[in-house]
């Protein structure tokens, strides 16, 4: 499935299936220029932190595109563009890698001009978008290994097809698995208040795909473990830190408590691109806060009285002493992350 996110040669605008109105509508948003990209980026049209990531870097190319108007100005233009382009998100640190790749790029030929620039990028962004998907599909043979025949599989959020360019995180280990010919595999997709990615995104993408999947409240995690209906958990990450502590979708940590608690192994799967070496700790990684509105409402209708103020912290960092193995495309990493990280990165040459 990666038909959701296209980028459209003829009109020269990246093409997304709008993610706000699944799995009701099948509605497009076209990134056209920098404020389109950042708004799909903020409002959740395309969500994920590796979509995130092959998002910004079209919006690099769109944002030199719109700098070429402003003549000799344009490189200070471009760099205005990218700084705005790069904030949009703060957690997901693909968004910073994505755009910080497409300018290390730049950095090697500042020689060319914008024509130049924009034909490098475009070559470059669509290559970040194929590598994504070789990734998706490599880890999710790796991690394939970790699930049983016969398993039933929680994950929080959506870290499917739709938060990547294909194929998935989480989801891309139970495909790996079902694509292995383990065909009793269940999923439990946790609904994951307030945007619904678990109950809208996971349950409908693993229906087309005709694997088997119920959706639970986020509050049954509990009991759905303590009556041993849980076999593993496996999640995506946004940001993973240097210690291994790993920060995913709100209400990813108590999941992670309650997996501990119950025996239940937590595996978080995540590309190398999700690792920031730079964060040193989970209490160091940005934490989203969005809009109370997703809280007090759901769809159109008010849930929280008028003038009631509510918590949207949109991220949790689960520690790393929770993680039985961190699945990449460079292997299952474990613990001590500290050490196991440096050596997947090694092993990678990045
Ligand atoms: O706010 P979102 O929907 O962008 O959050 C997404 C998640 O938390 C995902 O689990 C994570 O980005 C991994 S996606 C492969």
Excluded at 135 to 158: A, P, Q, Y
Aim: negative net charge.
């Amino acid at each position: 499935m990666d038909w959701h996110m296209v980028w459209n040669d003829t009109k020269d605008q990246l093409d997304l299936l709008d993610q706000r109105f699944l799995p009701t509508r099948e509605d497009w948003y076209a990134c056209t220029d920098t404020d389109s990209t950042i708004f799909a980026l903020q409002v959740m049209v395309i969500r994920g932190a590796p979509a995130i990531g092959v998002t910004a870097a079209y919006g690099c190319y769109l944002a030199a595109k719109e700098a070429a108007p402003a003549g000799d100005n344009w490189k200070q233009k471009l760099d205005e563009l990218l700084i705005k382009l790069e904030d949009a998100r703060p957690t997901a640190v693909n968004l910073r890698w994505g755009v910080r790749r497409m300018r290390a790029a730049w950095d090697e030929q500042l020689e060319l001009d914008n024509a130049g620039l924009r034909a490098m990028w475009l070559e470059l962004a669509k290559e970040i978008h194929e590598e994504d998907k070789r990734f998706c599909r490599k880890l999710g043979e790796i991690g394939g290994t970790v699930i049983n025949d016969g398993d039933t599989v929680m994950t929080h959020c959506n870290a499917g097809a739709l938060a990547t360019s294909d194929y998935g995180t989480a989801l891309g280990v139970i495909r790996g698995a079902w694509d292995a010919g383990k065909k009793k595999i269940n999923v439990i997709a946790n609904e994951t208040r307030p945007f619904l990615q678990g109950a809208r995104l996971t349950s409908w993408e693993l229906m087309k795909d005709g694997i088997p999947v119920k959706v639970a409240c986020d509050n049954a995690c509990a009991l759905l473990m303590k009556k041993g209906l849980v076999d593993k958990v496996v999640v995506g990450a946004d940001r993973i830190a240097a210690n291994g502590d790993a920060a995913n979708k709100i209400g990813t940590m108590g999941v992670a408590i309650l997996a501990k608690h119950f025996g239940v192994p937590f595996y978080v799967a995540a590309p190398l691109s999700t690792i920031d070496r730079e964060t040193p700790t989970g209490d160091d990684i940005p934490i989203e806060d969005r809009t109370p509105r997703e809280v007090t409402h759901v769809g159109e209708t008010q849930i929280v009285p008028d003038g009631v103020e509510v918590y949207n912290l949109a991220f949790d960092p689960t520690p790393n002493e929770l993680i039985a193995g961190i699945i990449t495309e460079e292997g299952i990493l474990e613990p001590p992350y500290a050490e196991s990280i440096p050596a997947a990165f090694a092993r990678s040459g990045k």
